[in-house]
């Protein structure tokens, strides 16, 4: 068994690291009078303009119907590949769809498919494909192996499938999917940013605008929507959900084979391939590099790590707060609805609005990425510190906390935290489509210049970052037999 001391061990040489990376992170504001837009967006959410009905139950239909058939193609799809996820290539390839944000996803399919419901559902389908089939897999991988060495030879994979893996580890399957439905709600309305009919198009509108009373309407509808979810969810009623999202949203798109052709063969292929340079390559690479995949990399990595530290002292700071073994019924309830909200709202739109009071940088980036990642972390630890036994003489208040609560907690925040930060990488990068330069901001930047061949160069290094990153947190959590927490990924 790993001592206490190794993974202390570990959570100081990450806090040394983030400290080391302060000097690149700029953490500076350029807002003249933030506390000024700060007032004015806090009496929008106090007193909203309620738009025109139907446009608010188009957006918040919009979002439903691509976050459903999103999460459901990606659950087929990953269930697929966790049939063989045994298989080296398999996780490899599940690794790199997951290691691609939808919003770069919705953008390459955005070129082939234009503004369509289908680029919106392939965007949010395929990395959650690659999540699904690891997450199912790994479930496949720890369950009970004595019913399926009691089979005789000759099964097939897909009588194990149906009358010994899907039983056996239905109950934690469903579980998660109804957790990534969450998220796909979340993607679903980020997807709005970039132009596609959900929530996030008009809140990206308004709040940009400075329409905050109108642009309440729609946020407190995604919030309602997302806090909501153990509600309306059913299994039972998933079927009827998904015919309504495929009748009101049916995923279509006019396909023109000519320039997806064009794109596969010639747009996407380096420059100075496209004309036979083969000695060109690497002075094209080694520019792209220098200018924009390397400081991109730095920024990523920078904000990232400082990033996860802060969302590990806000974790370890909120998670009491939700347990009845502290604080009162009232405060319980505030840092409840706390937590519900900041993890319902997508890192991308906190980090949008922060940088609208703070003005563009690091700072509002940090800010959302720990916030939401912090309440996410809290709220699974504060349930786990509801189920502990204590002891009758068990000591009170900062005592109970520092003695008893956290040492035997420290070990499930570990794993949530490493967890967690394979998510910081792929937030981290797609926030530089705010103006931030991580990798984000110049995959956008290729995208929207037309030069597919470095947007295609720069998704492949945020892919390797994200499935490098992947590995690391993988060995360092089997190193320290932290085990399987599969529901934060």
Known sequence: MISSASMGRTSLLFVVVALLCLPWADFSTSTVEPWFELRRLGAGLLLPAWPDVSVLLSALFNTLAFALQGVALGALLGLGLACSYRSAWVRRLAAGLRAVHELFWALLFMQLLGLSALAGVLAIALPYAGTFAKIYGELFEEADPAPEQALPAGFGRLTRLIYLQLPLCWRQMATYTGYRLECGIRSSAVLGFIGLPT???????????????????????????????????RGRLVPVYLLAALLWLPPVASFNWALMARFFTEDIIPAPLRTGDWAGLWPW????????????????????????????????LWFPTISRRFGNGISRSA???????????????????????????????MLALSLHNGAIIAHLLGHHLNTLSLREDAPRGLNLYFFEVLP??????????????????????????????????????????????RAMALLLVCAWLNIVVDVLARRLRQRLHLGNRAEVL
């Open 199 to 233: 929530l996030g198009y008009h809140l990206e509108s308004l709040l940009r605008q400075g329409y905050y009373d109108e642009a309440a309407a729609f946020f407190y509808a995604l919030v309602l929507i997302i806090a909501t979810l153990r509600w309306w969810l």
């Open 408 to 453: 035997r907690l420290y070990r499930a925040f570990m794993a949530y935290s490493l967890y967690r930060f394979e998510n910081l990488i792929r937030e981290t990068a797609i926030l530089g489509m705010l103006g931030i330069p991580t990798l984000g901001f110049f995959i956008d930047s290729a995208f929207s210049e037309f030069r597919f061949d």
């Open 285 to 316: 690479w080694a520019a792209l590099w220098q200018q924009q995949a390397g400081p991109g990399l730095a920024n990523t990595l920078v904000l990232a790590l400082v990033s996860l530290v802060v969302t590990g002292a806000l974790a370890l």
């Open 335 to 365: 840092s409840h609805g706390w937590l519900v909200l900041m993890r319902s709202l997508p890192e991308y739109l906190l980090a949008f609005v922060g940088m609208l009071l703070l003005g563009p940088g690091m700072l509002p980036a």
